[in-house]
């Protein structure tokens, strides 16, 4: 009997342990919190973009419909023409600047839908903080516009509180101008391959230098999506148009002369 | 300066809801515990209150039929209630206290608003209990007569005691997934109604799928039950016995089974209906690689159940005309399997889009959609039905003289049932995705309609006729009894992935929308975090489970010196 009862307590054990290991086999994607952000009022334009693009691509839970363009109008790319959200924001309702409107549609959905799209979208109000709302739209702003958001939109003193720790002063740009570190920082590397490694959803760093001059590696950071580079058409307007806000003058060229001497 | 007071008394506020609003628990944190004490007393919960329910059919039968072995049959189901009884309370009690401690906050919360239903549940348990007591322990004493319809009766107070209860605890859980809409995070929790948070959204819907799914699962362990029973048994009446309990128990689960994804629409579209981001979270959100793991899973629950079928027509005189067909079954089993398993909308990282070159698979893409999904998963239902119906007719042939006749009949409505759900199949990749939607309806009702239609015209069809030879119950090769411990450990496992689902879509909300997580605890882990803690429930539920099949073989030998096990049960036909 005790043989079968192995046998019983071995089928229970691979079975469970087939199961467990499908589940650790799959991309491994947990649900985040929305971060607290404790914005001060000297947060800069650029800081404010770079924590709501962290609330859009993550805790937010956005790109699960805006991602894919089927659910809802993809915002980071172009849309019939009339560019990213940041370019298109303004013209949307006749009578409505940008901010207005990416704040209505964040906080009363239903009042404007998009033609070709479902009314699906829930009031954000119940899931995100008015800090974290404002800080989202600055990033959509910054897809092809101008962001317009300030400390006054959301309520917070021009002062830091007393005795805060700089850190809750806002995510800060970094100031060096060691170009890997940049590629590294600034989440490059997370399309484009160097030295071999790394996914290929944009051109790869290995050899950029041979293949375009030093002002057209400029101006592809600047204007991502002036030109496409053959081969990677499907990844059109993936790329952030944000750079030339998150970059000084020196990290930028400190990163163009780095990818204009690969050769 | 104002704005700065005003932050740093959020900040304050912030801290001290946090500061009193959890407890610690050594080793796997507060979260693992209320975890493992939820899952495992919901286990427990989901077998006791789903086997009264095959338990007083089954002895309605008996009584009815007069036959002897089903209501012996339906005793020892309900003794192995009566252990599981004792395990599930003791299990709630833990659950109630680790919620207490370690989320006393929330709990204040849901005290508030659900007090006067703590209180009945309470109330209905000790009810509940005692007609259980009553029902198992007067099974011999009133056992003829009048008195038996009354012994009847209490199995059925059972059900309705017991099913009382579970819409009790539902409406708890449901209303932390999906509290009404006039209920905010400002809201405090004594303005809200007891009613008006009971009868919420998902209320029914999880109700009307747990009740389906506690039958499922009840089948399932009773099956394993037997399978166990078989492998130890000593005398061929005994392995007779439990190869019948084992068959009953098989069918019961499958066959409860196969109307549980009807159940999972509904409620999948009720989610959707009260918050479309609730539903995109669960179904094409971080969630959505948890629908490829449940497809796996039921994957195997198909091939086990198929193949415990078809290995048991080995038994019955008459069915190696049907052998050659098992092949084929396989084989569609297998491929849409395979489909069913395909990944489509899904988030992936940047390596993997660059993998596929765009946001889906260039092949895959084509499987991988609802169309392709449905089709694939109304065919291993009716391929599943097709399996029961040849094993129900085996060693039978029907003497009627329109045999032959409805027999076509019978072919062609499954012919149109599976040509209904390929039409819509492929015809939902040409039209719009509302449109595409709509015909999942259609090919759901395409099977549904052939398997009452065949049913009832086989029910009339094998009436009075001819055996083929009596089935040889007890002659069951040892393999196909582990098919059964296979689907019982598979069932508690999807139970435990469903539940990661119900509850992880509220994410970072106890109660979604209104009360966030504030613990270190909230972010909703992966999919592999989530498959150990569920392994670790099912292996704990299993190894109390097995403990309560020892106690109830030592009972069994306590008090009866000889084997419960029938006389090899007189079996004109399968499929009884």
Redesign the interface.
């Known amino acids: 009997m005790w043989r079968t009862n192995l046998k019983v307590l071995a089928v229970a054990l691979i079975v469970i342990g087939f199961y467990t290991m499908v589940a650790h086999v799959i991309p491994q994607l947990q649900s985040e919190v929305p971060e607290a952000l404790a914005l001060t009022g000297d947060v800069t334009p650029e800081a404010l973009a770079a924590a709501g693009e962290r609330i859009y691509s993550g805790a937010g839970g956005c790109v699960a419909c805006h991602g894919l363009g089927t659910r809802a109008p993809n915002l980071v790319t172009d849309q019939g023409g009339e560019g990213t959200i940041g370019a298109r924001c303004g013209s949307r309702r006749p009578g409505m600047d940008c901010k207005s409107y990416l704040y209505e549609s964040m906080t009363n959905p239903g009042a404007f839908v998009v033609p070709g799209f479902e009314n699906i979208m829930p009031d954000m109000r119940r899931q995100l903080a008015d800090d974290q709302i404002w800080a989202t739209i600055a990033y959509l702003q910054s897809l092809g516009g101008e962001v317009t958001v300030t400390a006054s939109d959301y309520g917070t003193s021009t002062e830091a509180p007393t005795g805060a720790a700089p850190a809750a002063a806002g995510p800060a740009l970094t100031a060096t101008t060691e170009p890997l570190a940049l590629l590294r920082e600034k989440g490059c590397v997370g399309c484009h391959a160097i030295d071999g490694a790394g996914p290929p959803i944009g051109p790869s760093f290995d050899g950029m230098g041979r293949r375009l001059p030093a002002d057209q590696i400029r101006r592809a950071i600047l204007l991502p999506n002036a030109d496409t580079a053959k081969g990677y058409e499907q990844f059109a307007g993936t790329m952030p148009q944000t750079f030339g806000q998150m970059l000084s003058a020196a990290q930028l060229e400190a990163i163009v002369q780095f990818l204009a001497g690969r050769r | ?1 104002t ?2 007071v ?3 008394q959020a ?1 304050a506020q ?1 801290a001290a809801d946090t500061a009193g609003g959890y407890g610690h628990f050594p080793g796997i944190g507060a979260r693992g515990a209320v975890w493992i004490a939820a899952e495992v007393h919901l286990m427990f919960a989901a077998f006791v209150l789903g086997v009264p329910m095959f338990a007083v059919i089954c002895e309605l039968i008996g009584i009815v039929g007069k036959d002897e072995k089903y209501d012996k049959l339906s005793k020892e189901f309900t003794r192995l209630l009566v252990f599981a009884y004792s395990a599930t309370a003791l299990w709630g009690g833990l659950l109630l206290f680790f919620l207490t401690t370690l989320y006393p906050r929330f709990w204040t919360h849901m005290a508030t608003i659900f007090s006067r239903s703590m209180w009945v549940y309470a109330g209905l348990f000790f009810i509940e209990s005692f007609t259980l007591y009553l029902y198992y322990y007067g099974w011999d004493r009133w056992k003829v007569g009048r008195a038996k319809w009354g012994h009847w009766g209490l199995g059925l107070l059972l059900n309705v005691w017991g099913t009382i209860v579970m819409f009790i605890a539902n409406s708890w859980l449901t209303y932390m997934m999906s509290p009404p809409s006039g209920v ?2 400002e809201t405090l929790p004594a303005e809200v109604g007891l009613w008006n948070a009971i009868a919420n959204a998902t209320w029914m819907p999880i109700n009307i799928h747990r009740l389906i799914g506690n039958a499922v699962f009840g089948g399932a362990i009773c099956g394993a039950y037997a399978a ?1 029973r078989f ?2 048994a000593k005398t061929p009446e005994e392995r007779a016995h439990y190869d019948w309990m084992g068959y009953v128990g098989n069918f019961i689960a499958i066959s409860t089974f196969i109307v549980l994804p009807f159940a999972g629409y509904w409620l999948g579209r009720e989610i959707y209906e009260y ?3 609730m539903g ?2 669960m179904m ?3 969630m959505s ?1 948890l629908w ?2 449940q497809a ?2 039921i994957g ?1 629950l198909f091939l086990a159940a198929n193949y415990y079928l078809w290995t048991g027509m080995g038994r019955i005189p008459g069915a190696e005309r049907f052998a050659p067909y098992t092949k084929w079954m396989l084989l569609v089993l297998v491929i849409c399997w395979i489909v069913w398993a395909t990944p489509h ?11 596929m ?3 889906h698979h260039p092949f895959l893409n084509v499987l991988g959609v609802m169309s392709a999904k449905n089709t694939a998963v109304n065919l291993m239902i009716l391929t599943t039905f097709l399996s029961f119906l040849i094993y129900r007719r085996a060693n039978r042939r029907p003497t009627v003289a329109w045999a032959r006749t409805a027999t076509i009949i019978q072919t062609a409505m499954f012919a149109i049932a599976a040509g209904v759900v390929l039409f819509y199949g492929v015809y939902g990749y040409f039209v719009e ?1 509302i449109v595409r939607i709509g015909f999942s309806v259609y090919q759901v009702l395409a099977v549904l309609a052939c398997i009452i239609g065949v049913s009832i015209i086989d029910v009339f069809l094998v009436r009075g006729a001819e055996s083929r030879g009596e089935i040889r119950w007890g002659m069951m090769p040892a393999r196909s009894q ?1 098919a059964l ?2 689907l019982a ?2 069932f508690t ?1 999807l139970m435990g992935l469903m539940g990661f689902a119900r509850s ?1 879509i509220r ?2 909300w106890h109660v979604y ?1 209104v009360m966030r ?1 504030t613990s270190a605890d ?11 803690m ?2 670790l429930c ?2 704990i539920f ?1 190894g109390l489970v097995a403990f309560i099949f020892w106690l109830g073989g030592l009972a069994e030998r306590a008090g009866h010196k000889a084997p419960v096990a029938l006389a090899v049960p007189p079996q004109p036909a399968a499929g009884d």
């Open positions: 300066m704005d700065v005003g932050l740093l900040a912030a905010t995070a166990f492998l130890a918050n479309q981001q995109i979270t094409g959100g971080f690689w490829i793991v796996v899973l195997v909308t899904i988030i992936a990282t940047r390596e993997e889009l660059a993998a070159g765009g946001s995705a582990y411990f296979i450990v598979t496992w992880g994410q970072h929308e997580d909230a972010a909703t882990p992966a999919l592999g975090e989530a498959a150990n569920i392994s099912v292996l299993l």
